[in-house]
């Protein structure tokens, strides 16, 4: 996907203006002279002087602890609450929804508080859409998960300070105006056609698929593939180790212990994106058993999770090769010359 001579430059445009100031900080980096930021691997562009000059400040200290988490929430009210008032017209629900994932895809360039704000306002749309009514105890789960994850988040910051940059986000490299339109356009395909499959399939889980598609495709094509294929392996492992703990009973205990066990282990994986996958798989699978209080449900759940995985992954593969064939033919082409 990464087809185009140049990219388009955050601090020039109105929506980078906007939304440049919500990233993490970039402490000591320069914009351009960071190869990440700047294509390394590609020649001398990366050493261009055009490129070498330092990150725009906006007037304001940036990436505080609280923006990413509260981009997020703020996201996930405003999904739940057009949920609830469009849940009865449903041409305008799968309007909306192609829309704002439409707007996630789109704003992958931008950086991730924009990116997640869209993209899981538009899966809480979705949930909450499906749900047959809402208790006043769902509003108080929602409110007190913000307030665990901005309270860690908060005391995390003020015990070990700010979190540094680890690096570019996707999208960071080259696209023009018509990459990303395309991007955009196979992303928000992917996930309206997965939620449909699994609202006509009368799935457990109707929002998984969608969800899957989410998490799998990014603005690379290259990198998209690799996720695909790493995320069915993770997905294989985690629904075996879901098994096999569930198998030595249903105790409260275990699970949570479990679930903390792999919070706790996944932000160290995040570069190995199969063990990534498979420990949010084992996260989501243990927290709905715990939730459902219902032995019986779970290896239909572990079933569905495999199927979810294996029809998002599909979807996600003939979307990005139907809308960047040049691309993941040379890739293939490649592919098939190193296995000579």
Request: glycine share 8%; proline share 6%.
């Amino acid at each position: 996907m990464n087809d185009a001579p140049m990219r388009a430059d955050p601090s020039t445009s109105r929506v980078g203006r906007i939304w440049l100031d919500l990233e993490p900080p970039v402490p000591h980096q320069y914009w351009g002279a960071d190869p990440y930021r700047c294509g390394a691997g590609r020649g001398p562009r990366s050493l261009d002087r055009r490129h070498y000059r330092p990150a725009p400040v906006l007037g304001r200290p940036r990436g505080s602890a609280s923006e990413a988490p509260s981009l997020v929430a703020a996201g996930i009210a405003v999904g739940g609450l057009l949920g609830i008032w469009l849940k009865s017209f449903e041409a305008i629900f799968w309007i909306a929804f192609f829309l704002a994932v439409f707007a996630a895809g789109f704003l992958n360039q931008v950086g991730k508080g924009p990116h997640f704000s869209l993209r899981f306002g538009a899966i809480s749309f979705a949930v909450v859409a499906g749900l047959p009514a809402i208790e006043t105890l769902d509003y108080v789960y929602w409110g007190l998960a913000v307030m665990i994850s901005l309270a860690s988040r908060s005391a995390d910051h003020f015990i070990n300070g700010p979190l540094h940059f680890a690096g570019p986000w996707f999208g960071a490299d080259s696209f023009d105006r018509w990459g990303w339109v395309r991007f955009s356009l196979a992303y928000a395909l992917a996930a309206t056609i997965g939620l449909w499959i699994g609202i006509e399939s009368a799935s457990i889980r109707a929002v998984w698929i969608s969800a899957i598609t989410l998490v799998l495709m990014v603005p690379d094509v290259r990198v998209t593939y690799s996720r695909v294929f790493g995320g069915m392996i993770g997905t294989v492992l985690a629904v075996g180790v879901v098994w096999l703990i569930t198998s030595l009973g249903q105790s409260t205990v275990l699970f949570c212990a479990a679930i903390f066990l792999a919070a706790f282990l996944l932000p160290s994986q995040i570069t190995r994106f199969w063990i990534f996958s498979g420990m949010i798989a084992v996260i989501v699978l243990l927290a709905w058993d715990l939730a459902s209080a219902d032995p019986a449900l779970e290896p239909a759940l572990l079933w569905e999770r495999l199927a979810d995985m294996l029809v998002g992954a599909m979807l996600v593969l003939v979307l990005t090769a139907l809308v960047f064939p040049d691309v993941t033919k040379s890739l293939l082409v490649a592919r098939l010359r190193k296995a000579e």
